[in-house]
């Protein structure tokens, strides 16, 4: 695995893209060491805002050694890191996390399932992946974003929550809405959402890898902030709680208690 | 420029250490830092079985620091005897041991597993505020803190430090109980028990409500709790509390600390600690200091 460090990158632009959605491209040497599903933490400016947010990645440009990050304003440091523009500087830490088994699709059918900002990692993987890749996305009203640059890649689904576009209700619902069949599902989303393929997956007897959230600190594995249940015994302390920084995010379905 | 010191008759190429809790066993931060350039690695509590600590979420960032209530989630003394100090015995630094435990016997029980490696000191945590049963009780009541630290002292074949806890009335009190019963040496200071709550959901941010405070808000608290102690006590005291550069060092250290930790300053910025010695050296020059030890509670 790839070193990881602590590098000042430069922006090279930055967009809205919906409601508090926010799309940054950056200029770092990490994006070389990308893998999809892994993220980086972003640090804040200000001193009084100490610790790195971690914001998945949603796509690279290793030729250029550039990053994308496409992510929701949630609080004062993501505010802060909306207001950048070409030419400014931002600190990252990466590239952190395991990321996704690409190679588990390969030559299958396979879901990729992005629910909200769980969606922009879906890009780098679909543009990794080698199956039949079908694209699954919720969002909550018409505000989409990332679904043209991800049609490149594969075969659209839309839901959204107040029916305004595609299905109504959520991904699992387009998978019963147009009797779609997988062998593999990678998913990112909401906790609801997450469970709910957990459990489909489990019905279905379908490998189903999982990309967890949590309040993390340090990013690297060392402060046990971020932890998730387990269901067998974890690798590091043994205790059932799994690192999400550094075992994870991405768990497959079953490893998890969620 | 000799920047070397010694405790307890242990000898540190420097004065700057990892504060427990906050560096891993070293592993972590090892893609960040050579080890052999500190004067310690200090690694995260260890107790005698594996512990699952708290429900999440465990961390909290607030204004100029951050809140955690981990609850010393660890392996146990066997994986980590197995794993974590024979990584660490690689490199030319030493260690330090942070032990916790709910009981006496608990803490007896890992200090004698340690008799017999290459460990260079003990660090008893009876101050962590996040578990409920022992720890904390023990570093709160200067009796207990007596008690547990002549039993200690007992077990022990490396020296010991007691990690004292802020979270009391009079922490020199403290200190001197710890001293009475035979500690080494002081190490100081453990989180300040703090809250954050979510005002839109209306609930505690962290499952366990409270977490301890790190980071450089509580600097100024702990650099007046470590003069305040080395004013009352004759051992050395290792000095933590919001460290995040050579100058924050240099304060403990004229404050009155024998060596100082970085802790949550390695989250900001994971190559703080080798920054803070090579800071210390410059500051050595500018001023014309031969050894780092004349700045040791240097402060009129
Ligand atoms: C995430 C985290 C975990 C910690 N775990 C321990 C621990 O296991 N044992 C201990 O004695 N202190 C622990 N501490 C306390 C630190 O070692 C240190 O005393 C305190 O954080 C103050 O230093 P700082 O402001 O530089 O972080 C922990 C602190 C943090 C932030």
Redesign the pocket.
């Known amino acids: 695995m790839a070193q990881k460090r602590k590098v000042t990158a430069t922006v090279i632009s930055q967009k809205q893209i919906a409601e508090q959605i926010y799309d940054l491209w950056l200029e770092t040497k990490l994006a070389k060491d990308v893998r999809p599903g892994q993220f980086v933490g972003v640090y804040p400016h200000g001193e009084s805002m100490l610790l790195p947010r971690p914001i998945s990645i949603c796509e690279t440009d290793k030729e250029k050694n550039r990053l994308r990050l496409v992510y929701r304003v949630a609080g004062k440091g993501t505010a802060e890191f909306s207001a950048c523009k070409a030419g400014d500087r931002l600190d990252i830490l990466g590239v952190l996390g395991n990321g996704f088994p690409v190679d588990r699709a390969k030559g299958k059918r396979v879901f990729l399932m992005g629910g909200g900002i769980g969606i922009p990692p879906m890009l780098e993987l679909a543009k990794a992946m080698d199956g039949k890749k079908q694209i699954l996305l919720g969002y909550r009203n018409k505000e989409l974003f990332l679904e043209e640059d991800l049609a490149e890649y594969g075969d659209v689904y839309v839901a959204t929550e107040d029916g305004s576009v595609g299905t109504k209700g959520n991904v699992m619902d387009i998978i019963n809405a147009y009797s779609l069949q997988a062998d593999v599902i990678m998913a990112c989303g909401p906790m609801p959402m997450l469970r709910a393929i957990k459990k489909y997956a489990a019905q279905n007897g379908i490998e189903a890898y999982i990309s967890l959230e949590e309040r993390m ?2 990013g690297v594995g060392a ?3 971020c932890v998730c249940r387990t269901t067998k015994t974890d690798a590091h302390s043994h205790v059932n709680n799994a690192r999400i920084c550094t075992e994870g995010p991405v768990f497959e379905a079953g490893e998890v208690d969620i | 420029m000799n920047t070397e010191v010694k405790i307890a008759g242990v000898t540190f190429k420097n004065p700057v250490m990892t ?4 560096f891993g066993s070293g592993m972590e931060y090892s893609d960040f830092v050579d080890l052999n350039r500190l004067g310690a690695v ?1 690694t ?2 260890v107790a005698n079985v594996p512990w699952e600590g708290n429900p999440t979420p465990r ?1 909290a960032e607030v204004y100029g ?2 809140l ?1 209530a ?1 609850g ?1 989630q ?1 392996p146990g003394i066997d994986v980590f005897m197995e794993r974590d100090l024979a990584f660490l015995q690689k490199y030319d630094t030493n260690v330090i041991v ?1 032990v ?1 435990g709910k009981t006496v016997e608990d803490y007896l029980e890992v200090v004698e597993r340690l008799s017999d490696t290459a460990v260079s000191m003990l ?1 008893i ?1 009876v ?2 505020p996040n578990v409920k049963e022992g720890a904390i009780v023990f570093g709160q009541k200067a009796d207990s803190l007596y008690d547990i630290t002549s039993q200690i002292k007992r077990k022990a074949k490396q020296p010991v430090i007691m ?1 004292l806890s802020p979270n009391v009335t009079d922490i020199t009190e403290m200190a001197r109980a710890a001293e009475a019963a035979g500690a080494d040496a002081l ?1 100081m ?3 300040i028990t703090g809250m954050k709550i979510d005002i839109h959901r209306k609930k505690f941010v962290l499952a366990n409500k409270t977490g ?1 405070m ?3 808000a ?2 100024p608290v ?1 650099v007046r709790m470590v003069y305040q102690t080395a004013q009352a006590v004759k051992i050395p005291i290792i000095g ?4 995040g550069s050579a100058e924050d060092a240099i304060e403990f250290l004229l404050a009155g600390a024998s060596a100082v ?5 390695n989250f900001v910025n994971p190559y703080t600690t080798v920054e803070v010695v090579e800071g210390i050296e410059a500051y050595m020059k500018q001023y014309g200091i031969e050894n780092v030890t004349e700045l040791i509670g240097a402060v009129t």
């Not at chain 2, 504060?19 to 906050?22: D, F, Q, Y």
């Open positions: 600190a340090c402060c046990l902030g | 504060a427990s809790g906050t200090v995260k509590g961390v620091g951050m955690n981990i010393l660890n942070n916790c660090e945590n101050s962590c990690k190490s200071i453990n989180t301890g790190s980071g450089p509580v600097k702990a933590m509390g919001g460290i930790a970085v802790g949550a300053m």
